[in-house]
């Protein structure tokens, strides 16, 4: 049987979830917040299914809350929208922008 899926563009492994991870999205300055699951990851992003509508919010960047402390989280840019789905880009160090 052969897998008819295009060869993976990314450069590190990517996890899948089978049922996705309960995260949470706030905005940089605090002013909005959303639940959301985490359905695959990789080293620099993941792919996210949102809860709730996403028009009208500034999301180019935002954290990603990966525990409920919110002592495990990760700066993010948003890369595609497709739905109720998102990518989004890990920043890091150099990558991070100057408010």
Known sequence: ???SRPPE????ARIEFSRGIDVHMVAIDGTWSR????TD???A???????GSI???????????LSTTGAAFRRCELAWINGD?????????KNLSKG
């Open 45 to 51: 992003g993941a792919k996210l299914k949102i809860e």
């Open 1 to 3: 049987m052969s897998d």
């Open 85 to 93: 789905n998102i990518g989004v880009h890990f920043l890091r160090g």
């Open 35 to 38: 639940q959301c699951q985490m």
């Open 9 to 12: 563009k990314r450069e590190t």
């Open 55 to 65: 028009e009208g919010l500034a999301m180019k960047e935002f954290f990603l809350l």
């Open 41 to 43: 990851v990789a080293e």
